[in-house]
């Protein structure tokens, strides 16, 4: 079966919402992460339960709120407004905030915990061969903990392909600009087209099953190599 017009531009939407928000949540979970793993702060505690929360609430709340904090009566989309700009609810920036607050987890968690496994010995050696800092989290820090950089890309790509209540909430339904391939299953759905439901479903069924056995390969492959 063919592709519809609006599938088509359901699965760019898709596809360009799960590369950009995987792009800002390695910019910005990385740093992060980084903290969290060497800090001894008793505010990590805190700031670990905040990046967890999307795990167990409801999408459709973390949604909501966020439709409140962008829509043009909101803190954020307000502020926005009186400057003369428009506020961010139901467009592809807003969804894309929504969805990096959704997916932090999953760019956090794996760096964090592989940056917990470099630990603190091959630092402290760059250290006392004059590496800056900088320097050193690029030169071995992160060759040392590209399996948890794979894991956190991989999963927060493909949570992202499939989040449907935060999209819902905050970005609506708008072909082109915030509807995605989840809402168009759903309609389709709806709409008792079961027929090219199948077709969107099995097509993200497929591709993250792949890309879940892609990252398992490589990394029994790392696990192997370096027992």
Known sequence: ?????????????????????TLVLLVLG??????????RSRLAVVI??????PLVLPPTVLGFYMLVLLGPH?????????LGLHHLAFTFTGLVLASTLYSLPFMVQPLRDAFAAVGTRMTEAAATLRARPLDCFFSVVVP?????????????????VGEFGVVLMVGGNIP???????????????????SAAHVLAGGLLVASFLMLIAL????????????
Do not use: C, K, Q
């Open 30 to 39: 990385t740093p992060l992460a980084w903290w969290l793993a060497r800090t």
């Open 48 to 53: 670990e339960a905040v990046v967890a929360l």
């Open 216 to 227: 398992h390969a490589l990394n029994r492959r790392h696990m192997a190599a370096h027992p």
């Open 144 to 160: 040392l903990s590209r399996r948890g950089f794979l894991t956190a890309i991989t999963l927060s790509f493909a949570h992202t």
């Open 176 to 194: 082109g600009e915030t509807r995605v391939l989840s809402i168009a299953i759903y309609d389709h759905a709806e709409a008792m087209n079961y």
């Open 1 to 21: 079966m063919i592709l519809s017009t609006d599938d088509l531009l359901a699965l760019r939407t898709t596809l360009a919402l799960a590369a950009l928000t």
């Open 74 to 82: 909101g803190p954020v989309g307000g502020t926005l407004e009186s």
